[in-house]
Nanobody
Framework: QVQLVESGGGLVQPGGSLRLSCAASGFTFSSYAMSWYRQAPGKERELVASIPSGGGTTNYADAVKGRFTISRDNAKKTVYLQMNSLKSEDTAVYYC????????WGQGTLVTVSS
């Protein structure tokens, strides 16, 4: 069964940190580029960060550059998003995305940044 399962979301105060994880199963994880997207209430889904199938050059949205870090462990079939210096505007549902000859999505995990 093809699955992407996100975890690690929750409530955090401004300036705090969270690490999201996305565990993959049912497909060849190492062949897929992985990304994190987010969707805030009333807004469109947007790309946050991406990493190619073999690792290497990563890309980030301007809004998160210098604060978020995407990484992957192909042996564990997991992609991570380390989020530091969180702001209220980072509040959103965060989705894991896998892309190769097809595109796969996780169910999302809610991140709420609030005091």
């Amino acid at each position: 069964q093809v699955q992407l399962v996100e975890s690690g979301g929750g409530l955090v105060q401004p300036g705090g940190s969270l690490r999201l994880s996305c565990a993959a199963s049912g497909f060849t994880f190492s062949s897929y580029a992985m990304s994190w997207y987010r969707q805030a209430p009333g807004k469109e889904r947007e790309l946050v960060a991406s990493i190619p199938s073999g690792g290497g050059t990563t890309n980030y949205a301007d809004a998160v550059k210098g604060r978020f870090t995407i990484s992957r462990d192909n042996a564990k079939k997991t992609v991570y998003l380390q989020m530091n210096s969180l702001k209220s505007e980072d509040t959103a549902v965060y989705y894991c995305n896998a892309k190769s000859w097809r595109e796969l999505w996780g169910q999302g995990t809610l991140v709420t940044v609030s005091s």
